[in-house]
């Protein structure tokens, strides 16, 4: 292989590992006050498998056209963000696992609009057992601690 090649293979890996890098989701940016707090339990049930979940956050136009603001990976400790007060948001979790011994990958989804109100906070308990996934979202109001569930809204409920 002459010098010339070489230059050229060696250009041509370091840009695909750059585009590589890149290519992940992207992470979200919180664009207000902290008022999401996401606690995860991901267990495959197997030693063989792991699962990974994600929030993918939307925003949601007067047009209900959804934007896709960027990607938080749930896990571990719980994690605080924000999203707009007032403002619908469509909140795609993502359940992706894998098996080692098989060599398979697969992904479930469970997605919601939420609309945030002032003065309210939004714990959301994010869980893959076995098999089992739910994503419950429990609104807190900061004035009196008086909690209550937040049910499953389809993104179709929305109304132009």
């Known amino acids: 292989m002459t010098t010339w090649n ?21 992470p979200y940016v919180s664009s207000s006050e902290n008022n999401l707090r996401f606690t995860t339990v991901a ?3 197997s030693w063989f498998s792991s699962v990974q979940a994600s929030v993918h956050i939307h925003s949601v136009d007067e ?3 959804t ?8 896990g571990g400790s719980p994690i ?27 992904s479930i989804n469970y997605s919601t609009m939420l609309t945030p109100r002032r003065d309210h906070d939004y714990d959301i308990a994010v869980e893959y057992v076995e ?3 739910n994503a419950t979202i429990r609104e807190v109001n900061r004035r009196n601690n008086q909690r209550r569930e937040v049910h499953y809204t389809a993104l179709d409920a929305c109304e132009a």
């Open 6 to 26: 070489r230059g050229r293979l060696l250009a041509v890996m370091l840009l695909a590992g750059a585009v590589a890098a890149c290519a992940g989701p992207r």
């Open 43 to 45: 267990e495959s049930g």
């Open 63 to 65: 047009n209900c056209q």
């Open 67 to 74: 934007n896709f603001q960027g990607t938080i990976r749930l």
């Open 80 to 106: 605080a963000t924000g999203i707009p007060v007032g403002q619908p948001s469509y909140l795609v979790f993502s359940f992706d696992s894998s098996s080692f011994m098989s060599n398979s990958s697969s």
């Open 131 to 133: 098999d089992t996934y």
